[in-house]
């Protein structure tokens, strides 16, 4: 059913499009038929002018997955408002300047070409900054979640065998290196530092290993292994925020 809505959908744009394009064009006709005969060379670059301002509108319509993807909602928007502003303005230049210098028409046409071209870059820049800040906070929040889940569960094993000798030093080794995990830099925050993504997968490779230690049925057979990984990823983490404040 909704690839039967979204079809209609789609087909309903596509009429709607077709149906504008029509309509402009033959205004356009109407209106300027004229000079077929008395300035032909004039009626060809109007009709360029036109057909690229109807060309722009047309695929930031038809196609807004397109323009969307990668560069979020607000590039499709932007672009179809601007590619009518663009329209508008380019026809407008064709009516007050044609009569005039072909020279300065073209000018004109190419000024205006060129404003949309850099209004599309400026929204096209500020569009892809913001997908990218907003998948790195999601891929931040991921990390995050990923391993207070860790910690959760690594904690919940070992406070289950409290009864064991020698375990309470570990518990609280592990205690305090939790600490440090959720007083340090979310992991992900900090992009573009090589040794930075290799400490922070190392760290969580280390957790993996805790994770399957304390899973065990040996867990008091583990206990050194277990002290040595959480004495290494602690080092880790502090190692990991020194290279942050650089």
Do not use: C
């Not at 998948?135 to 391993?147: A, D, F, H, M, R």
């Not at 889940?149 to 289950?160: D, R, Y």
Request: proline share 2%.
């Amino acid at each position: 059913m909704s690839n039967y809505n979204f079809s209609i959908a789609r087909s309903l744009k596509l009429l709607g499009v077709l149906v504008f394009d029509i309509a402009v064009i033959m205004i356009f006709i109407s209106m300027f038929s004229s000079l077929f005969i008395l300035a032909p060379v004039k009626l060809a670059l109007m009709s360029m002018v036109l057909l690229t301002g109807l060309f722009f509108f047309s695929v930031s319509v038809i196609f807004p997955r397109l323009l969307s993807r990668g560069y979020g909602v607000v590039y499709p928007i932007a672009t179809i408002i601007v590619s009518i502003i663009y329209l508008a303005l380019a026809n407008l230049i064709s009516v007050f300047f044609i009569v005039g210098s072909t020279v300065w028409y073209i000018g004109w046409e190419l000024l205006a070409f060129a404003g949309l071209i850099g209004v599309l870059s400026v929204f096209l820049f500020f569009s892809k900054r913001e997908t990218e800040n907003e998948y790195q906070v999601e891929l931040e929040q991921s990390n995050k979640t990923s391993i207070h889940m860790q910690l959760m569960f690594i904690e919940a094993s070992l406070t289950a065998e409290q009864n064991i000798e020698g375990i309470l030093p570990i518990i609280h080794s592990f205690k305090a290196l939790k600490e440090r995990i959720h007083a340090s830099t979310p992991f992900g925050r900090i992009t573009g530092n090589s040794v930075v993504f290799e400490l922070e997968n190392t760290i969580r490779s280390n957790l993996d290993y805790l994770q399957l230690y304390t899973r065990t049925n040996t867990l008091d057979k583990n206990m050194v292994d277990i002290q040595k990984l959480i004495d290494e990823t602690r080092a880790l983490i502090v190692n990991r925020e020194v290279l942050n404040v650089r």
